[in-house]
């Protein structure tokens, strides 16, 4: 599954000041690991999630002197929350419609303090050495986020969810990286077709290291799909292509028994019935006001 990381400018580091109200992100992943403004948070001695996260803001308002804001994705809890932090460690979540309204000028205050680039160049340093589970959780944090600010058919979102995808694949994660890869072809297949079949590849180099019957099955046949359309419109130039869009086909026609180049499924590997079938089809919403544990009153902060 082919996938540069190479990082493409080492000059994309964060900008250390920006104008209050300064805004932050924070994202707990299915797992629990918890990241605030593209760093992994370390959890000593398994602290909540939450308590992290307001600690860890608490302390940039701090250094600021002044309220700062952020947004919270809580995956496991299926949530988006918005939140002020002051200095004093305390916080309270926010409504929608208290906060900027959503479009560009959000987009960009809440990119100003750490732009998603330099983030990339975390995630690349630490896929680089082998940390792939750092890698991954931040890989997975900057696509939400941008998903979230921008959608799912931004080029950083895609781009992203790209780089998400290849690092599953080497964590061995090959439904994980196969569904992320799909959703990244499904969407260049919708919006430039010209640019879809390196997508369509990589989620079929995903694809050829399922073991699931049911997945081969049902990935395999909308891989196929792909192809075949890329095919009618004259767009698989690459002779790797056409060797791929064949190797799908002969798969699917003597039966989900047959994997070419077979590897063992890893012991950590999530059963079909643990993944989306189309993440960017599954936006979180945010909550309203009251979300109790990102609230916290004066004096309870950690620092």
Request: glycine share 6%; with cysteine.
């Amino acid at each position: 599954m082919p996938h540069s990381l190479t990082p493409r400018d080492k000059g994309n580091l964060p900008v250390l000041s920006a104008p209050p109200l300064i805004r932050l992100d924070a994202y707990v992943a299915e797992d629990g690991s918890t990241v605030v403004n593209g760093h992994l948070l370390e959890m000593g001695g398994m602290r909540p999630a939450n308590e992290a996260i307001l600690d860890a803001i608490a302390m940039f308002a701090r250094t600021l002197g002044a309220p700062v804001a952020a947004t919270v994705i809580d995956r496991p809890a299926q949530q988006v929350a918005r939140l002020r932090v002051y200095p004093d460690g305390s916080s309270r979540t926010i409504a929608e419609e208290e906060d900027l309204p959503p479009g560009r000028e959000r987009t960009a205050a809440e990119e100003e303090a750490f732009p998603p680039l330099a983030r990339v160049e975390r995630i690349i340093q630490h896929a680089q050495r082998e940390e792939l589970h750092a890698a991954f959780v931040l890989a997975g944090a900057l696509r939400e986020h941008l998903t979230l600010r921008r959608g799912a058919e931004d080029e950083l979102s895609l781009e992203a969810r790209a780089i998400e995808a290849y690092i599953a694949y080497l964590r061995g994660e090959y439904m994980v990286s196969t569904v992320l890869a799909l959703t990244v072809a499904r969407i260049r297949c919708r919006t430039d077709l010209t640019r879809a079949a390196p997508e369509v590849a990589r989620a079929t180099a995903a694809w050829q290291r399922l073991w699931d019957e049911g997945q081969v099955a049902t990935r395999g046949q909308e891989l196929l799909r792909m192809w075949e359309r890329l095919s009618a419109e004259g767009l698989l130039q690459e002779p790797s292509h056409h060797a791929m869009a064949q190797a799908v086909r002969t798969r699917l026609e003597r039966g989900s028994r047959y994997v070419e180049n077979p590897a063992p499924a890893p012991a950590a590997a999530l059963t079909a019935a643990q993944v989306p079938a189309a993440p960017e089809d599954r936006p979180l919403k945010p909550t309203r006001r009251g979300l109790r544990r990102f609230t916290r009153r004066p004096g309870r902060s950690a620092g």
